[in-house]
């Protein structure tokens, strides 16, 4: 079981390059988050997902697109990647959205230069 | 805007000592959540609380539910070297929001 995995691990981009956060989670949990976390910021919600085929925005979407084809992934497109993205992303799941734990992944750091 | 405010946002101190960190709100959550990330993980989360004024203890780790459920805290007793971390608070419905964090350094 090994919960919610990430790739890659770390990333460097230059400016105006894409690129796909790859989430993936073994737990069969229907709801799956992307978070943004920048130092001393919190985590910020970027996308959301409540089961497959079904995607929402959170507090900050632009510039990113998400899928959700199969229960158990979740990538995070970048398109046309900017400095303001160079962050460390993370990729979480729970059962549900009514108090429960979210499982979070190792995350992702990505630099835009 | 912040919808979850903790404080302090650092706190640096000696092996053996108590400390309170505390996560505040105008809003009210049906519960609140505690998560604790160690440098280059994501967080993990240590306690969810759900009643007003409800207090919980995780070995020396007691956290309390404000009686309006806009506030918690979070108390350690006799901090060790393995307590140092990024201390989140998050509450919400169908989403979490998170505090900005208490990055606790204990020293040996």
């Known amino acids: 079981n090994a919960g919610v995995t990430q790739t890659p691990k770390f990333r460097i981009l230059k400016i105006g390059q894409s690129m796909t956060l790859q989430c993936a989670q073994d737990?069969?949990?229907?709801?799956m988050y992307w978070y943004r976390q920048d130092p001393g910021m919190g985590l910020k919600l970027i996308y959301y997902?409540?089961?497959?085929?079904?995607?929402d925005k959170g507090e900050v979407p632009n510039g990113y697109n998400v899928s959700r084809s199969t229960t158990e992934d979740f990538p995070l497109r970048l398109e046309l990647a900017a400095p303001s993205q160079t962050s460390v992303y993370f990729c979480?799941?729970?059962?549900?959205?009514?108090?429960?734990?979210?499982?979070f992944g190792p995350g992702t750091r990505l630099t835009v230069l | 805007t912040q919808l979850l405010e903790q404080s302090p946002q650092f706190l640096s101190i000696q092996e053996g000592e108590n400390l309170t960190v505390y996560c505040n709100s105008s809003?009210?959550?049906?519960?609140l959540q505690w998560y604790r990330q160690e440098p280059g993980e994501g967080p993990v989360l240590l306690v969810t609380?759900?009643?007003?004024?409800e207090v919980k203890k995780l070995k020396r780790l007691t956290f309390q539910f404000g009686d309006a459920r806009k506030d918690s805290s979070l108390h350690i007793t006799a901090a060790q070297p393995g307590d140092t971390g990024l201390y989140l608070c998050?509450?919400?419905?169908?989403?979490?929001?998170f505090g900005r964090g208490t990055q606790l350094t204990v020293w040996p």
């Open positions: 979480a799941s729970s059962y549900s959205d009514r108090g429960n734990e979210q499982f």
């Open positions: 737990m069969n949990h229907n709801y």
């Open positions: 997902s409540v089961g497959a085929g079904i995607t």
């Open positions: 809003s009210v959550f049906s519960s």
């Open positions: 609380v759900v009643t007003g004024g």
């Open positions: 998050a509450g919400g419905e169908g989403r979490l929001y």
